[in-house]
């Protein structure tokens, strides 16, 4: 049965450059990001998919100044330039649920996930 991983929410607001002024400090960055590029590696060489998910929020006055991070277009809305990236499958999401973006919900239901 094919698998997918869901790499979600590392972005360079989240765990890169930018990260030290988000809400949510990681202090292991690159422990989590090897962990991270491991199962990528592990599920690439098992012809299994891997599929990239960012916050991508609305470039507006209320989200740069509610949240600050992950603003569409911004450098900080980028996945983290540490993670592999081995396939094209890349979704954005402005909610919490990454299942509100229909384009994903299309994905998964073509998938059999």
Do not use: W
């Not at 590392?10 to 199962?39: C, R, V, W």
């Not at 911004?74 to 299942?99: H, L, M």
């Amino acid at each position: 049965m094919k698998k997918v991983l869901f790499v979600m929410d590392i972005q360079e607001d989240m765990t890169g450059t930018t990260a030290s002024k988000g809400p949510f400090p990681i202090t292991e960055h690159q422990k989590l990001l090897d962990h991270i590029n491991q199962q990528i590696q592990r599920y690439e060489k098992n012809g299994d998919d891997v599929v990239y998910i960012v916050v991508a929020l609305p470039d507006n006055f209320f989200f740069r100044k509610l949240a600050g991070i992950a603003i569409k277009g911004t450098p900080g809305c980028e996945i983290d330039a540490r993670i592999k990236r081995v396939s094209q499958y890349y979704f954005e999401k402005s909610k919490a649920s990454a299942f509100s973006n229909k384009d994903l919900v299309h994905f998964v239901k073509e998938k059999g996930v």
